[in-house]
C-alpha cells in the first residue's frame, strides 16, 4: 500500500507544484486535540464534475486508500521515522464498485462506504486512488487516469464518541508516465 501512497503523492505533488492551500509545517500544531476518548470516520466518496468531465471513462470503481495521523504525512508521502522507514497508515480502506458519477454539473457523493474501527480522537488525513479502467486488482496501484486523492485536501476530525462523515474527494488524475 505504501507504493500506492507514494504513486498518487508523486502525482499529486507533480500536478500542484509541490503546494497546498495548508502549510505543512503547521500540521503538528493543527492537530494538538485534547482527550483521550475515540470516535470513528464514516468514508463517503466525491469527484469534482469538472474533473470527472475529462476522465476517459466514468468515475466508477473500486477504492483503495490508507488514513494517516494528519501529522505523519506531508504532500510527498509519509513522514520518516528515526531509522528513515515510512511512518505506517492507521488503517487502510477499501470500497467495491463505487459510482461518483455526476449527474450533469451537479457533484454526486457516495453513501458511506467504509466505517473506521474506533480511531482516537484527533486529526487524520487519507490517501487513495480509484481504479476506474478496472485492471487494477492486481497491484492496487494507480496508472494513467486513475483519479487521485491530495492528502492535504483530505483532512478529516475524529471527535470523541461520534460517527464523522468524512468525504473524500479525488482530486486530481493519475498523469501520463509515472
Known amino acids: ?18 503546494s497546498s492551500s495548508k502549510d505543512d509545517t503547521d500540521v503538528a500544531a493543527d492537530t494538538d486535540v485534547a482527550g483521550s476518548g475515540t470516535g470513528r470516520l ?40 528515526e531509522s528513515g522507514n515510512d511512518l505506517p497508515a492507521v488503517l487502510s480502506y477499501e470500497a467495491a464498485l463505487v459510482d461518483i458519477t455526476p449527474d450533469g454539473t451537479t457533484q454526486t457523493t457516495s ?11 484527533g486529526y487524520y488525513r487519507a490517501a487513495g486512488f ?10 492496487t496501484s494507480p496508472e494513467e487516469g486513475d483519479p ?14 461520534q460517527d464523522v462523515e468524512a468525504v473524500i474527494e479525488f482530486n486530481l488524475l493519475y498523469p501520463k508516465g509515472r
Open 42 to 81: 464514516l468514508l463517503r466518496f466525491t469527484i469534482d464534475p469538472d474533473l470527472a468531465d475529462v476522465m476517459a471513462e466514468p468515475p466508477v470503481g473500486h477504492v483503495w486508500g490508507d488514513i494517516y495521523n494528519a501529522d505523519d504525512i506531508d504532500n510527498l508521502g509519509p513522514k520518516k521515522d
Open 148 to 161: 487521485v486523492t491530495f492528502p492535504a485536501n483530505n483532512e478529516f476530525l475524529v471527535l470523541e464518541d
Open 130 to 139: 480509484m481504479d476506474s479502467d478496472g485492471n487494477g486488482a492486481d497491484t
Open 1 to 18: 500500500m505504501h507504493r500506492l501512497l507514494i504513486a498518487c503523492l508523486l502525482a499529486a505533488t507533480a500536478c500542484s507544484g509541490g
Open 111 to 121: 453513501e458511506v462506504l467504509f466505517t473506521t474501527e474506533a480511531l482516537p480522537i
